[in-house]
């Protein structure tokens, strides 16, 4: 039912929502990869950050010799302010690292949804931004999607401590 609501979307708005798979493919291998890593949440943010930060300093450098940065130029407070925002990022990464290792991977990714329908509300409610028709319909069949998905998960564990209970 998502893919029928994706291709709805990509049919009626004359675009593919490439940008939305591919986050949604890459976050799903992410937490694969999450889930199958076997070393504390802290060890593994770690050793992201040491595989990223390279590439994220020669950034820094590139764009502040650029004359766009403003890492430097903005003064101490500022560059504190940066500095600190990697660091608070680095929470919901090591919960999200946590949770990738003890929940099971059909829950994380029906945790998922959570942020495309936080952004709609947001979307809809504090910058008043138009949603068509089309988007309502699509998103509808994706809710469609997902609530028979959810129904059915809780169906599976309703029925299994009476599936075990037989048995003995």
């Known amino acids: 039912m998502a893919a029928i609501a994706v291709l709805y979307l990509t049919f009626f708005t004359g675009k593919a929502p490439y940008i939305s798979l591919l986050l949604a493919a890459s976050f799903g291998i992410y937490g694969l990869i999450k889930k199958q890593v076997r070393v504390s949440a802290a060890v593994s943010v770690a050793a992201e950050s040491l595989v990223v930060s390279p590439i994220a300093i020669a950034y820094i450098v590139w764009i502040e010799q650029a004359g766009r940065g403003t890492f430097v ?58 949603f068509s028709t089309h988007r309502w319909i699509g998103f509808g069949i994706i809710g469609v999607a997902v609530s028979i998905y959810i129904a059915d998960l809780i169906r599976v564990r309703h029925n299994a401590p009476r599936k075990s209970a037989r048995r003995r």
């Open 73 to 130: 130029t903005e003064g101490t407070p500022h560059m504190l302010l940066l500095i600190s925002a990697g660091l608070i990022t680095a929470l919901p990464l090591l919960c999200f690292a946590q949770g990738a290792r003890t929940l099971r991977l059909s829950t994380i990714g029906m945790l998922q949804y959570l942020t495309p329908i936080m952004q709609m509300l947001w979307a809809l409610f504090v910058t008043q931004e138009h």
